[in-house]
């Protein structure tokens, strides 16, 4: 069982088998927004962890890529997907997070963590066995960093507050975060809507020179939002996410189209398919 300490929100964990030299940063594609970062003996995984057969009863939508048979085998830490020491969650939608699919990996992989908003960590603790509700951490947007210390690198989650309003009542827990992984700063979107408050609030972090900004697509197509990325953020690599086979023949040009504002975009097209960056 991994070793928690509290005390300035510092957690140890212990053991992940791993062959990334923590000079690098792996990032893999998974399914839709999900995206798994590798780094030494280090494994994160970002909106990973659904189930695609949720909702019941219509087929799978945005994971075309991802079969059942994958996904059973990610919720289970088997190759090629291996253990999580850190699972981040965005927000509750089901093409982000379904408890079942994070409970599943937590049994298997005992070293597993998850960060989630705290609202929705308040209300599906009850789905999580009571020794695994203890290895879920739930974030307020004003949180300070969440540390966390693995035997060879240090990961921290800073939480930003960024808006989806994209449910009937509008006020549905979202965060985003800045992922710190070794010696990589990874900047994580989620759903964030594009306009308003979200990208005053994404300036006023004074974030800078990410490594990795992973982003729902449609912060690239919409031109302001893609003006603040491009012009100051500047995350040396960019990774569009939320793509799917529908969506993906339109947008795809797009998205290359506006590969010259940033110093590297990459557009995943398939299950696994995997960058990995070095240190600046
Ligand atoms: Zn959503
Ligand atoms: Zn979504």
Redesign the pocket.
Known sequence: MPRILITGLVVLLYGCSGEMPSDHLEISYIANAGVRFRSGDTTVFSDAFFNIAVPPGVPPRLHDHLSREDELRLESGQTPFGCADLILVT?E?D??YTSDAVRNHLEHCEQALVVMPADLSGKDRSQYPALDADRIFGLDAEDRPLYIDSQSDSLTVLPIALK?S?DPEGNMPHLGYLLTLAQFRVLILG?ADTPGENLDHLQDTGIRNPDVAVIPYWWVTDTNTRGVLSQGIRPRLLVPVHLNRGNRSELVPAINQVAGEFEWVEVPNSLLETVAIGLP
Do not use: S
Request: charged letters at 30%.
């Open positions: 927000h939608h093409d982000h989806h994209n759903d």
